[in-house]
């Protein structure tokens, strides 16, 4: 059978772990990651998985028969269903290293215009097969995988990546129609040109889409004021079983529910969003950066709350626990780091810089003198510990992948919580998920950062690292994991800051929404999707 477009492209993507195939740490970083891990948990002999091989991995033979005039869209490529069975969680992580490919896509639909996209769907809807939008497969929650329970005769992956264009650029109102499929670098090459930023930065930038981090709602690398990218979405395409919906561009309306506001979070469960227009920005140049170390972490969040209660909206105002700042080379652990960063196209920084440092400083805050002076290089923001940071966040990725071959659990989540139940949700989490990790694995280290802070609440997230068991460390994780989830629900906060539902937070998502809302929802996906093959098990 020929094979649609694509499959053959040089360097590929590793069908198991981050990045492309011949990316990741080498044998040597490794090498010096396993003795650092073993002296920071007190285990020694930690033995390193090999990378699995196309040809060794567990995926059962194709249920669907691609009929020929699909054959150009439709691919059963070996390498492609691979590709396509997981996001890049943990737990996808340990299974693809498995050889464990028992869910993989029956087909990948490699669709680059809308008619493609439509007769995909109608084969789908004709046939009862689950229809799975898949735009950078970065979703940690299980949002790209087809759970084969016996509801459908077949699941079909459909890879945006043919929706690969910028299309327009409103210079005066500062916009631009970008397709569903571009990754984050191809956006900002093509906005480069015209001195122009969208300025969405979450950690997963290099292989993540647009239409991914709209229908996920990502969080991106403003700590406050645009924290998501809800903030820049103006309209939006979508298609979906039922037709073409697209919604006018406005700055601003109050004509009712807004529909673009529908697909932000649909989690491909409505349709697939084929373009958007998004506010774009100037690119900056004037950037301000300084950190301040807090003895006391709680210490460091009242600084961030009232740094954020006073109206400054810092693009970075990240708070980093003792355990966090030494995971990422930034601080010697015996410090909370808070790093702070302004920057903006148009004007200096220092009243904004000087007025946090004063809040910072009020609360015991250390912090160097001459800092946080604006630079119009640049690259103040890249610069001390706020530097390290940022480039070990870049290269986080890569390490979780390389921990998960030494046999480790380490694996992230978040939420967001009200400043009035803060303290008890850190420290509830926290303990919580330090307990279940310790009995679980015998040691952990558990660390926290706020990602992002509000006038009324912050988004803490928890890094887990722990030596796991020789098998099953799928189910240890779940099991780590369940009793964070019931302490974060406990304590107030919710499932998902922006990290989504998928498949994973479903049982807790559930518990979280409204009931009335929960059918007001079913209702909107009946009239969209009216056999509801549109990634079946998330959301809805
Ligand atoms: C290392 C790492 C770091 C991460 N850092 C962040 C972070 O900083 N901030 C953050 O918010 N998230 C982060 N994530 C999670 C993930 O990157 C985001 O959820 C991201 O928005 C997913 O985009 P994607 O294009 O990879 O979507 P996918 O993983 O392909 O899909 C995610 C969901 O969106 C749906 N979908 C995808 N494209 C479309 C489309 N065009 N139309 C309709 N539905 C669609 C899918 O069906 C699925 O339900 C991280 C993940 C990893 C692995």
């Known amino acids: 059978m020929t094979q649609p477009r694509s499959t053959d492209e040089s360097p590929r993507r590793s069908f198991w772990g981050w990045g492309h195939e011949d990316g990741g740490l080498d044998a040597t970083e490794r090498d010096a990651l396993r003795m650092m891990m073993e002296a920071r948990l007190g285990v020694a002999g930690l033995s390193e998985l090999a990378a699995p091989r196309l040809e060794d991995l567990r995926m059962p033979a194709p249920r669907i028969t691609v009929p020929s005039a699909l054959a ?29 490919f028992t869910a993989a896509p029956d087909a990948v639909a ?26 950078g497969g970065s979703s940690v929650v299980g949002g790209v995988e087809a759970r084969r329970d016996g509801r459908f005769d077949g699941a079909v992956s459909i890879d945006l990546r043919g929706f690969d264009q910028v299309l327009e650029i409103d210079r005066t109102s500062r916009a631009a129609r970008i397709q569903g499929g571009v990754l984050g670098p191809a956006i900002e090459e093509a906005l480069r040109p015209h001195n122009l930023s969208l300025r969405h930065y979450p950690q997963s930038f290099e292989f993540s889409s647009l239409g991914g981090w709209i229908a996920t709602r990502a969080g991106g690398h403003y700590a406050t004021l645009h924290t998501h990218i809800d903030d820049f979405v103006e309209s939006v395409r979508v298609v979906t079983p039922s037709g073409v919906l697209a919604t006018k561009r406005f700055p601003g309306s109050g004509a009712g529910p807004a529909p673009e506001r529908l697909f932000l979070g649909s989690e ?23 950190t301040a170390r807090f003895v006391d972490f709680r210490r460091g969040a009242e600084a961030a709350r009232q740094i954020v209660q006073a109206g400054l909206h810092p693009q970075n105002c990240r708070l980093l626990d003792g355990g966090e ?10 410090r909370s780091l808070l790093l702070l960063g302004f920057e903006s196209a148009d004007h200096g920084l220092d009243p904004w810089m000087e007025r946090a440092l004063a809040i910072a400083r009020g609360l015991g805050g250390e912090v160097k003198e001459g800092a946080g002076v604006t630079r119009e290089t640049g690259e103040g923001a890249r610069e001390g510990e706020a530097g390290t940071w940022r480039s070990m966040f870049l290269k986080g990725p890569y390490l979780r992948d390389a921990l998960t071959r030494l046999g480790m659990i380490v694996e992230t989540f978040e939420s967001a919580v009200t400043w009035d139940r803060f303290d008890a949700f850190h420290a509830g989490v926290l303990e919580a998920t330090t307990r279940a990790a310790t009995e679980v694995c015998g040691s952990a280290v558990v660390t926290s950062r706020l990602t992002h802070v509000y006038p009324d609440g912050a988004a803490p997230y928890f890094t887990v690292i722990a030596p796991g068991k020789a098998s099953g460390r799928v189910a240890q994780w779940d099991e780590i994991k369940i009793a964070a989830s019931e302490a974060i629900l406990a304590h107030g906060g919710t499932i998902t800051h922006h990290h989504a539902v998928g498949r994973d937070h479903r049982p807790f998502y559930d518990r979280e929404r409204p009931d009335l809302f929960a059918r007001a929802l079913g209702a909107a996906k009946s009239a969209l999707d009216p056999q509801g093959i549109m990634n079946p098990g998330v959301l809805v």
């Open 72 to 100: 150009a869209i439709l691919s059963q490529d070996r390498y492609e269903r691979a590709a396509h069975t997981y996001g890049k969680a943990f737990r996808d992580i340990v299974r693809g290293l498995e050889g464990d």
């Open 110 to 135: 490699l669709p680059s215009n809308e008619d493609d996209l439509r007769r995909v769907l109608d084969f789908c809807a004709e046939n009862s097969f689950a229809a799975i939008p898949y735009g």
């Open 268 to 290: 491909g469960a409505l349709g697939v969003i084929t373009e958007a227009w998004m506010r774009v920005q100037e690119r900056p140049r004037f950037r301000a950066s300084a």
């Open 325 to 334: 700042a030494l995971n990422t080379g930034a601080g010697d652990g015996s």
